[in-house]
Every structure is written in C-alpha cells, then in structure tokens.
C-alpha cells in the first residue's frame, strides 16, 4: 500500500518564527517548529518528521510538496553534495546540513516517490499541512501553546523516537579536534585495576580526532540520548 502525505514548512519573516507539518488526514497529522528558522528549514523538517513517524511501516510513501528545492534536493543533489563532503558544485558548503544528513540517514531503505503540488492552490492535503505549519509559526511568535497533532496512529504505535534538537538558523562547520596525548596517573598495584583506574581520584582529560561527518555523527546520537557530546563520549569510555 501507499501511505499519500503533504508536507509543508513556514516562516514568518523568512527567518523568523517558523513551522513545519505532515499531513495524511485529520488523524494523522504532526507539526513543530522553532523560535527562529527559514523557510527552507520548515519544508526539509516536514519531510524529515514525516519519513521517522513510518519508519516502522513498510508501506511505500508518495510526499506531495510545493517546495522545488525540498524536492531537488532529496532526489537530484543530495548524492552529489554528499559525494563532494557535502558542498555545491562551487565548493561552497551546502546550506541545512544537519536537516539534509539527517533525511540521508531516514531516506535509506525507504520506498519513496515526491510529487511537486502547486502552493496555495486549494490542493486539500496541501492546503492541511500549509496551515497546521502557519499555525505553529503564529503560535510561536505569540509565544503560545503548539499544536503539535496526533502524529501517525494508523500503522500502530511506532518505537520511541529521540526528541530532535532545535535548528540552528545558519549550520557551523566545526573543526577536527587535534589529538593529544592522554596523561594520567600511575595505577595502583593491584589485579583488579581496569583500564582506566587511577591512583588519584581526579578529572583526567582526553582529546580525540574526529573528522567533521565523524563529528556530526556523534552530536546526532548524543541528542537522541538527550545529552551532550561529550557526555556521550563519558559513556562510552
């Protein structure tokens, strides 16, 4: 089967207080949004929402969308930046980074087809998400409660999923962290020391290279935890 959704963004100001929403039918709908954000943002968080909400489905999706750029970039550039280390034919960085990699991870082993739907043009699935995503931008720059819907319930109850993070207006870049060697104390002399026991009962500090798609990687996860990085990292030691 097909599940058919619209998926829509909004900004007030372009950036400003903006919005996004999926839309199937009155029961299954879901919208967010943030304080400050564009357009773009809104329609690429849309698209994003809609594919983890039935990822636990295995039914083929049709996305209608009014935003070329949404569609051109899931279907035609995105392979392409990514192969560049996710930068434009001019060797520009790609703008919505973080948005775009996240599609690219929730696109993969998904059936999919976009279909572009001229915006504002009474289209109902269109016009549904067009405004769940308004309403959500105007609620935000009345500091108001937001509508956030249902979410998807005709395929069951879908797994936990990770409160996603705010996005940022304008992605930053972040450098490799250079390695250092790691000092610590001496061990104690005793067969039951681990790896990382120390004489001292004292902070120890560690420094790892990551390279920037690494980095980007580990910020995801910690955020799916509802923690930092290097709280995640802390974990994993």
Same mark, same amino acid.
């Given at each position: 089967?097909t599940?058919?959704a619209?998926?829509?963004?909004?900004?007030?100001?372009?950036?400003?207080?903006?919005?996004?929403?999926?839309?199937?039918?009155?029961?299954n709908?879901?919208?967010?949004?943030?304080?400050?954000?564009?357009?773009?943002?809104g329609?690429?968080?849309?698209?994003?929402?809609?594919?983890?909400?039935?990822?636990?489905?295995?039914?083929?999706?049709?996305v209608?969308?009014?935003?070329?750029?949404?569609?051109?970039?899931?279907?035609?550039?995105?392979?392409?930046?990514k192969?560049?280390?996710?930068?434009?034919?001019?060797?520009?960085?790609?703008?919505?980074?973080?948005?775009?990699?996240?599609?690219?991870?929730?696109?993969?082993?998904?059936?999919?087809?976009?279909?572009?739907?001229?915006?504002?043009a009474?289209?109902?699935?269109?016009?549904a998400?067009?405004?769940?995503a308004?309403? /959500?931008?105007?609620?935000?720059?009345?500091?108001?409660?937001?509508?956030?819907?249902?979410?998807?319930?005709?395929?069951g109850?879908?797994?936990?999923?990770?409160?996603?993070?705010?996005?940022k207006?304008?992605?930053?870049?972040?450098?490799?962290?250079?390695?250092?060697? /790691?000092?610590?104390?001496?061990?104690?002399?005793?067969?039951?020391?681990?790896?990382?026991?120390?004489?001292?009962?004292?902070?120890?500090?560690?420094? /790892?290279?990551?390279?920037?798609?690494?980095l980007?990687?580990?910020?995801?996860?910690?955020?799916?935890?509802?923690?930092?990085?290097?709280?995640?990292?802390?974990?994993?030691?």
């Amino acid at each position: 089967m097909t599940i058919t959704a619209a998926a829509d963004g909004s900004a007030l100001g372009n950036p400003g207080p903006a919005g996004w929403a999926w839309y199937i039918d009155d029961n299954n709908w879901a919208a967010g949004g943030w304080k400050h954000a564009t357009n773009n943002q809104g329609e690429l968080k849309a698209v994003l929402e809609l594919f983890r909400a039935t990822a636990h489905v295995d039914d083929d999706l049709l996305v209608l969308c009014d935003s070329q750029y949404v569609i051109n970039a899931i279907t035609k550039w995105m392979r392409g930046w990514k192969a560049k280390g996710w930068r434009k034919a001019d060797g520009k960085p790609v703008m919505n980074l973080d948005l775009l990699q996240e599609l690219d991870e929730a696109l993969v082993g998904r059936k999919y087809r976009f279909e572009w739907v001229k915006g504002h043009a009474n289209h109902p699935l269109n016009e549904a998400a067009d405004s769940r995503a308004r309403a /959500v931008s105007e609620a935000y720059q009345r500091n108001a409660s937001i509508p956030t819907g249902p979410g998807f319930v005709a395929g069951g109850p879908a797994p936990a999923a990770p409160k996603a993070a705010p996005v940022k207006a304008a992605p930053i870049k972040a450098a490799p962290v250079k390695a250092a060697p /790691v000092k610590s104390a001496a061990p104690r002399a005793s067969a039951d020391l681990g790896l990382f026991d120390f004489e001292v009962d004292r902070p120890h500090t560690v420094q /790892v290279a990551l390279s920037t798609e690494e980095l980007g990687r580990l910020k995801r996860r910690a955020t799916g935890r509802g923690v930092s990085p290097e709280e995640l990292l802390r974990d994993l030691i």
